[in-house]
């Protein structure tokens, strides 16, 4: 159909995009509803004749989601993606993991993991408010350390329980400041043969840091 009428087009007389959009709707308008021998009929009534042929959209929603672009990466340990040079938060359950993500080119907030029939949405990196993002409470620091102690391949058996309460206290929760300790913390446990980072050692980090 589109080498039948850009054969006949003379596109010297097209003055705008407009003007295309009219002649090549009044061209399949006639198209549709001209008579043609290979089918002996007009397509659109073949088209009345066999609606179990035809496939319907499930919903608005099914329609646009299959539109959407696809691409498939791998999740980085801090639970990043990269999309043309642009770096996204995921859910830190799919670090390490092959995942499937859809998403309009033009409208990025619509950027989502599609994993066993369910939608996880991801948003643009703020580098900067991550850097001073605060993890108010215990639990949310625990979370993290234990994160970053798994991400290296470690055990999280090697941080005693004071030991984290004493990398909360002086971090205030601070991600960039966890990890100043921890790396610290690990070095200083390992110089001094430590199989256990305790709290003697995360002081040592700690003054190292001059945070005391």
């Known amino acids: 159909m589109k080498e039948q009428l850009l054969f006949g087009l003379d596109m010297s007389e097209v003055r705008s995009i407009r003007q295309f959009n009219d002649v090549y709707a009044e061209y399949v308008h006639k198209y549709n509803h001209g008579f043609h021998e290979g089918i002996q009929g007009k397509p659109c009534e073949r088209y009345d004749r066999s609606p179990g042929c035809t496939r319907r959209p499930e919903s608005p929603e099914w329609l646009n989601t299959s539109f959407m672009n696809r691409i498939t990466r791998k999740v980085k340990g801090d639970a990043t993606v990269t999309i043309d040079k642009v770096q996204y938060d995921v859910p ?3 670090i390490r993991a092959k995942v499937e993500i859809r998403y309009v080119p033009c409208d990025m907030g619509t950027a989502c993991i599609y994993s066993n029939g369910q939608k996880f949405p991801i ?3 703020d580098k900067v408010g991550n850097s001073r993002t605060r993890r108010k409470t215990a639990l949310l620091s625990l979370d993290y ?3 970053k102690i798994n991400c290296a391949g470690g055990s999280t058996s090697i941080l005693s329980d004071a030991a ?6 002086h971090s205030h929760g601070t991600p960039r400041i966890i990890d100043n300790l921890m790396r610290d913390a690990l070095v200083i446990g390992a110089q001094n043969d430590k199989q256990v980072i305790d709290p003697e050692v995360i002081l040592a980090a700690v003054e190292n840091r001059n945070l005391g």
């Open 92 to 94: 830190q359950q799919f």
């Open 164 to 169: 984290f309460n004493a990398i909360h206290g």
């Open 145 to 147: 350390v234990r994160h």
């Open 123 to 125: 948003r643009k990196t």
